[in-house]
Nanobody, 124 residues
Framework: QVQLVESGGGLVQAGGSLRHSCAASGRTFSSYGRGWFRQAPGKEREFVAAITWNDGLTIYADSVKGRFTISRDNAKSTVYLQMDSLKPEDTAVYYC?????????????????WGQGTQVTVSS
């Protein structure tokens, strides 16, 4: 089992930037990839971005492509989500997750471990 601890998030005006971090402990060697998801009030959890742990391939939701950047630091077992040009519709609780499955990174069901979630609020 991988334990994930998130930091970052907060309140920002539209057009601003925020950076999330997600540090892992435990059986980190077993993770094929890490992902970021978000959930707004009254909506289902949706995929934001993912990165494969070994070779750093990245995947983005169309809604954040070109504005968000996912990256990793293998030595620190940490994944980051840089969010730029934020919009009010980006307001949500953001979760990082780890998966032991080498495919289907957009599907939250395939993720085994989840962080506690951090609130991001973008004001207009």
């Amino acid at each position: 089992q991988v334990q994930l601890v998130e930091s970052g998030g907060g309140l920002v005006q539209a057009g601003g930037s925020l950076r999330h971090s997600c540090a892992a402990s435990g059986r980190t060697f077993s993770s094929y990839g890490r992902g970021w998801f978000r959930q707004a009030p009254g909506k289902e959890r949706e995929f934001v971005a993912a990165i494969t742990w070994n070779d750093g391939l990245t995947i983005y939701a169309d809604s954040v492509k070109g504005r968000f950047t996912i990256s990793r630091d293998n030595a620190k077992s940490t994944v980051y989500l840089q969010m730029d040009s934020l919009k009010p519709e980006d307001t949500a609780v953001y979760y990082c997750a780890a998966t032991n499955t080498p495919y289907g990174y957009r599907n939250p069901i395939l993720y085994d471990s989840w962080g506690q979630g951090t609130q991001v609020t973008v004001s207009s």
